[in-house]
């Protein structure tokens, strides 16, 4: 089951010690079974049903010695999601919740991970949303409350102090409710926590924003785009001239890259 000799250990959360034992198993006969979300060279994700409790289930691979002396000098990937996303909830930025985390160690330090995560019955990528359900045909009143309800969600995050240095539209899950959107980052291997209420800086933001550009699909079109940043309270601080300037120019030498249902689309920027 396991590339790496050793124990497991348990960092519980919402669920207790003995079902996050069940998790590395359950998710070995996912993969097998071919119930898979996302499987690549360092990690793999599965969506399993334990006991009646769904969950999505992280798995950071061993990838080595010389990542596991990683360890000596800088915290697991997994244990900084773990982090963050116990810090988004404090916040109450939306994330899903953590049921545990389980890690076999090797020589004392971590050698692989299993991050596991509460399942959002009807979560879909924000991208595979915006293509299914906002594309051609849709009303486009219907379109621009849904760009600015993600403008309002994306202002709680950056207020919060928690900067997502991965923040695509894949790494946003969209649940539609009757009349509204739930929203909730994911993948937060690559997050900085600061205190509350830190400012960002302009860099901060073109970063952030050149991230979220192009991996948004074309059918959000350039009026709801800028709606979107006249929504961004914190943003006219800025020279929004300057600004919109510079994400342009980051978000041409990114390429447009979201995902659609026959797989992940990579076009110029234009």
Known sequence: MSSVAGHLSVVPGAAGVEWLLQVPAAHERAIAGGAVLKNEHKTSITRLEIDGRLAVVKHYRFMGARFLLKGLVRRHPA??????????ARRRVPTPAVLGLVTRRSLGLIAECWLVTEDMPGAVEMDRYIL?????????????RFVLAFADVLQRLMRSGVLHRDLKTCNVLVVERESDWDFAFIDLDDVVVRPEGTPLTLDEWCLALAQLNPSTPKVIPWTDRLRFLDHLEDLRAFDRRALITRVQESSRKRRRAYFMEE???EIDFV
């Open 79 to 88: 244990t900084r999601s773990l982090a963050a996303a116990r810090a988004m």
């Open 132 to 144: 299914r359900e906002l594309g051609l045909g849709c009303d486009h009143h219907r379109r621009r």
């Open 263 to 265: 797989g992940e689309v």
